[in-house]
């Protein structure tokens, strides 16, 4: 679907509540990131291999976590009249020059440290 | 634009560089985590009111870091197969039932609480 | 009371459950800005300054979340062998270099920007 | 060290540069979070077990990533006037009783799945 559909419904249940008063940036920034503790803590004691098969028990709650955060993500997008898809292409093309290829492939160091 | 179509940019990226093997969904779900703290300490000092204006000064990082913790979500319902715009749209119809309008017009609180 | 001692009695209550197996520096990490997002959770809607009212309602969780961070902290200063007491005073030593009281009495800005 | 002694350092060098008035829970927590992410970040890409050796390269960052959450916690307890030894004994006084030795040993559940 395209993500200016789901912001739209994002905002739509929003609006209905009067919720936009409590959307400030800061307020979201800090909302998303406790979604996102939620998301880890579905994680916390497994190994990274083992990561894989719990996602199979506790798919549900997993899609939830992840949606949570989209969410917050698509509010802060509308409060802030910000184009997530142009900042996730214009990123990725950010990141293509600060990871060449050649440099990085096959290595999970930080480009500071390539 | 869809969310397929970011999903996609987003996979070759991480294809192009042989990075697949790194992200596990532990792996993950840390690195989102992270990224949403990058936008946190974005307005770390400011009131709620100063978050807006703050977004002016500094919104080529507040895009950056938005589009980071949406390329981690994207990589993720790729390896687990999760159809993100379905997981929004199940959790706004699932939320609808929890903060039903009448009783959450106008209020912060958490639905246990209402 | 000294922290040391407060590290025995979190020790003492891992190894009676035989959890060192499960305690790695990533896996406390990971469990501690868990903790450390539960903290932020009560804090979601406010304000700066009805931040402060609301600590009284929420004390007791408030203590068990701030609790829960120590704990964490504790756990993770036995398996790497750090002295914690130390590494505060090495950092508020170089937090003292780093932010000279004359530039930066009254100003929230990071080190970077002063 | 005792960790009012800690505390008092932490409030000197507080005081010293008139930061109190962004010392608000909220910020607080907000601050605590981050650098308890700063921390996760440090072992984004290791197994569980490559995350020790990795202690032994990044020792530094490391007890300057504990320090930094050490240190907003004892700013917390200060200005929110709590007593946190107490808090820990305390909490682990309650997770002797969610946890109990017979339950819980050798297993990573969660008490609400034991």
């Known amino acids: 679907m395209d993500i200016e559909f ?9 609006d209905a509540r009067d919720w936009k008063q409590f959307h400030t940036p800061k307020n979201l920034a ?10 880890v803590e579905l994680f916390l004691w497994d190994d990274n ?3 894989f098969s719990m ?8 899609q939830e ?6 969410i917050y993500l698509l509010s802060m997008s509308d409060i802030l009249d910000i184009d997530l898809s142009k ?6 093309e950010k990141n293509n020059k ?9 290595s ?7």
Do not use: H, I, W
């Not at 976590?65 to 989209?70: G, K, P, Q, R, S």
């Open 49 to 51: 291999t083992s990561s």
């Open 55 to 62: 996602t199979r028990t506790k798919n549900e709650q997993l």
């Open 30 to 39: 800090m909302a998303l990131s406790v979604e996102a503790s939620e998301l």
């Open 87 to 92: 900042a996730v292409l214009d990123k990725l």
């Open 65 to 70: 976590e992840m949606a949570d955060v989209l």
């Open 108 to 114: 999970c160091k930080k480009y500071t440290e390539l």
């Open 6 to 14: 789901l912001k739209e419904k994002t905002v739509q249940f929003r």
């Open 98 to 106: 600060k990871y060449p290829v050649e440099k990085s492939k096959g």
